[in-house]
């Protein structure tokens, strides 16, 4: 089975940063790799699918990029919304897997 | 409007059984992959269960196969998930998502969940 790891878990940001989250995959998934944002009771939201393609109605300050093991997702300028927690998972096969997620907390 | 709404969960004893709905509407449901999801509390997403648009494909994640079984109703729109044998482990929120897909120049096409359910509560305990 593939294992996604996310780096950092937690993360302090300020409005207006720009920020990155960082999701490894165990072997090469190329690019099949989705993230997806969940606010508190919420269920989960989609992104980024394909590594790089944004969902439509998700705001252009988000991007992804990477392929092979290595990706990342980028918050351009971070707004009151964003603080969540973000999720990457691979779909290149199954069992499809999830990365730990990456809190995003008010600094 | 595209929704998903999840029912059928509850408070069930060790070694129990449930079985999870799942009503689509605002899609032609039956050209869609459709996956279950589920979230411990306070803890991340793990994937538990796909299955094709006609209901001839399933796939399980090691630690309920065996004892979940997911089907389909396209006739009715429908999504569900018989989970037996009951463990404290599965005790989670259980979200059902529609699994669009993408075919680009690759041989495999793209596949990501972008409609979710707002979940059921499953709960395993004596």
């Known amino acids: 089975d593939i294992q996604m790891t996310q780096s950092p878990t937690s993360l302090s940001a300020s409005v207006g940063d720009r920020v990155t989250i960082t999701c490894r995959a165990s072997q090469s998934i190329s690019s099949y790799l989705n993230w997806y944002q969940q606010k508190p009771g919420k269920a989960p939201k989609l992104l980024i699918f394909?590594?790089?393609s944004l969902q439509s109605g998700v705001p252009s300050r988000f991007s992804g990029s990477g392929s092979g093991t290595d990706f990342t997702i980028t918050i351009s300028s971070l707004q009151p919304e964003d603080f969540a927690t973000y999720f990457c998972q691979q779909s290149y096969i199954m069992p499809y897997s999830f990365g730990q997620g990456t809190k995003l907390e008010i600094k | 409007e595209v929704q998903l709404v999840e029912s059928g969960g509850g408070l069930v004893q060790p070694g129990g059984s449930l079985r999870l709905s799942c009503a689509a509407s605002?899609?032609?449901?039956?050209?869609?992959?459709m996956s279950w999801v589920r979230q411990a509390p306070g803890k991340g997403l793990e994937w538990v269960a796909n299955?094709?648009?006609?209901?001839?494909?399933?796939y399980y994640v090691d630690s309920v196969t065996g004892r979940f079984t997911i089907s389909r109703d396209n006739a009715k729109n429908s999504l569900c998930l018989q989970v037996n044998s009951l463990r404290a482990e599965d005790t989670a929120l259980y979200y059902c998502a529609r699994v669009s897909r993408r075919t680009a120049a690759a041989a495999q096409p793209d596949y990501y969940m972008d409609v979710w359910g707002k979940g059921t509560t499953v709960t395993v305990s004596s």
């Open positions: 394909a590594a790089s």
């Open positions: 299955i094709k648009e006609d209901g001839s494909e399933k």
């Open positions: 605002g899609f032609i449901f039956s050209r869609y992959w």
